[in-house]
């Protein structure tokens, strides 16, 4: 098990993301917007439309519908074509006053990376957040890590949060020898998960004992976590709740714990001596054939979460 610790302070970027939701008449509108200001419309996966121009880049969501805005001009776009012509409402600068979901107040946010990798750690981390690193994090284009899709990104990104200043956060990994031990003592993913969360809370609990509130992502019955921090006799508030990634405490912690996720993956990779993939597919199936193979059947402990089904794929009668 190992944590993460503060990083030289770096000079922010401006805003190169937002997300906002859209109505089906806002979707429409947005793409007469766009065409009107000459950009090129491309073909992407799960949109309604995308389209670029220079340096931005728009993409509308099916799912939603919501809007994706990255780029150097993000900015400038919002203020001056999205919530003018296209929302009506002047949110940016003003989400404090608009927020009623604490997402301002000083609480913890905490998630996870590696859960549904075969191959890999578990990783948690949490951050803590108040209203002025959140509006730093926000102004730096912190989100989700689902939805940033290179490894140099999410780097960067969390170089971006280690280095806010007033900000606290930790970071546990429990590597696949930990992992395997630790499911044989729970027996149950969720209530490993519940015992991982409790613990990164107890961490900055202790960091920062005037922290009212946390807030997770939901995996299981709201009681299952609530039984864990109750047997560490943690006290405070507890909020659960699906998609918490729009929280930018969680999201923050997302980024924090894929980077882990990925270093280790990487590391994996050249210790191994072969490309160890993400996921569950056919090619991980591949990957640890081969790994048993060129080191024998007692290395997959050491790189994969030997409960998973893929294991009877890998080994088969060694299984």
């Known amino acids: 098990m190992t944590r993460n610790r503060k990083s030289p302070r770096l000079v922010f970027a401006e805003m190169t993301s937002h997300t906002s939701p859209l109505t089906a008449a806002q979707v429409a509108k947005l793409r007469s917007v766009l065409t009107e200001q000459g950009f090129e419309f491309l073909t992407k ?26 780029g150097k001009d993000t900015e400038n776009f919002i203020r001056f074509t999205l919530e003018p012509e296209i929302t009506g409402v002047a949110k940016l600068g003003y989400e404090e006053e608009t927020d009623d979901t604490g ?12 859960k549904g990798d075969y191959f890999g750690p578990l990783v948690i981390a949490g951050v803590y957040t108040d209203a002025e690193i959140t509006r730093s994090l926000i102004k730096a284009g912190i989100m989700d890590s689902k939805r940033i899709t290179t490894p ?12 806010t200043p007033g900000i606290s956060f930790d970071v546990i990994a429990l590597r696949p020898e930990k992992y395997n031990e630790l499911y044989g003592s729970f027996k149950n993913l969720n209530q490993m998960l519940a015992w991982g969360h409790a613990t990164v809370i107890e961490e900055l609990a202790k960091k920062r004992p005037d922290c009212p509130r946390t807030l997770s992502d939901q995996f299981a019955r709201a009681d ?33 714990a894929r980077e882990r996720f990925i270093d280790w993956m990487d590391a994996a990779t050249e210790k191994a001596g072969i490309k160890i993939p993400l996921g569950c597919s056919a090619q991980v199936v591949d990957a640890g054939k081969l790994l048993i193979k060129s080191h024998g059947p007692e290395i997959l402990g050491k790189f994969a979460k030997l409960h998973f089904k893929t294991t009877q794929q890998v080994c088969g009668e060694l299984f």
Do not use: C, M, N, W
Request: aromatic content about 6%; cysteine-free; glycine content about 6%.
């Open 152 to 163: 140099t990104a999410i780097r960067k990104l969390a170089a971006i949060i280690k280095a």
């Open 103 to 114: 997402h301002f107040e000083p609480h913890f946010g905490i998630d996870e990376s590696g």
């Open 45 to 70: 996966q799960y949109t309604i439309f995308a389209a670029k121009k220079g340096k931005l880049s728009i993409s509308v969501y099916q799912k939603g519908p919501k809007v994706l805005i990255q």
């Open 224 to 256: 299952v976590l609530q039984s864990a921090l109750k047997k560490k006799s943690i006290t405070l508030k507890l909020d659960q709740r699906t998609k918490g990634e729009s929280d930018t405490a969680v999201a923050a912690a997302s980024i924090l």
